[in-house]
């Protein structure tokens, strides 16, 4: 069987389960599963895709209770503490003292101004390109970073939904 073949025939329960791990707003997974079956590793994602674009605010909020601070190790053995620790690993081992500290300061800014925490897709970016990112997006207005904020989520998710249907047999 090929992984889109085990990803459509997932029961319902499980697969929206696993798509919680891949993003943590039901309505992303519930809508991904209730689009099998799909042809294509390609149809998943481009399904995957618009339902990332259709999350209300409130929605990507969901999905960002599962992300911890960027810098800081996610703990815990789930699959989702896992893909952010590999994640971030680039970021994590980039960085001197002074840039580290700087990144605590920018988060705690960050969530100060907007309510959250910060998010972006941290895969290859080094600690000063997340730091320089933080910093520019502090001067956004709300609407500006909802905007910024949704679109890192659907990448973060995406990246994620093809790593499990990478490990899926």
Known sequence: MDRVEAFNSRPTGQLE????????APAWGRTV???????????????????A???????????LSAH???????????KEAAWS????????????????????????AYEDK??????????????????AAARERIGNDEPA??????GELRKIALLRLERLLDALD
């Open 17 to 24: 389960t696993e798509l919680l791990a891949v993003c943590a």
């Open 33 to 51: 599963a209730a689009g099998r079956p799909y042809p294509s590793k390609a149809a998943v994602l481009a399904a995957a895709d618009a339902a």
């Open 53 to 63: 674009r259709g999350l209300s605010w409130p929605e990507v909020l969901q999905g």
């Open 68 to 78: 911890p601070r960027i810098g800081e190790r996610a703990e815990g053995a789930s």
């Open 85 to 108: 620790r590999r994640e971030q690993s680039t970021a994590a081992g980039s960085g001197d003292e002074e840039t580290r500290a700087a990144l605590i300061a920018a988060n705690h």
């Open 114 to 131: 907007f309510g959250h925490v910060f998010l972006i897709f941290a895969s290859g970016r080094t600690q000063r390109e997340i730091l």
């Open 145 to 150: 970073e909802r905007a910024v904020v949704a």
